[in-house]
């Protein structure tokens, strides 16, 4: 299965669960490498980890989709909770 037809096959195309190693073509600074290969030890690489994340979604074009709108007036809910 190519990488292109791996995408394709998932339900979020932009969530791959192999982008640690899809990352190493795209990077050749070894504290990434190492990271990408061994995984965070602690907090700050966590973050650092995440914000390499960040940039193989915008490498590839992923874009993640628009959250739900949650919102609502004080006026909407309170004739709803009128109606109960």
């Not at 990434?32 to 061994?38: S, T």
């Not at 193989?56 to 109960?84: A, H, T």
């Amino acid at each position: 299965m190519n990488h292109q037809t791996q995408l394709s096959a998932m339900s979020n195309k932009w969530d791959n669960p192999n982008w640690r190693e899809d990352m190493l073509n795209y990077t050749s600074d070894e504290g990434e490498i190492k990271l990408l290969k061994e995984g965070p030890k602690s907090w700050t690489q966590a973050m650092r980890l995440s914000a390499i994340h960040g940039r193989y979604k915008k490498i590839m074009g992923y874009v993640e989709p628009e959250p739900k709108d949650c919102q609502s007036s004080f006026k909407e809910w309170n004739g709803k909770s009128k109606s109960l």
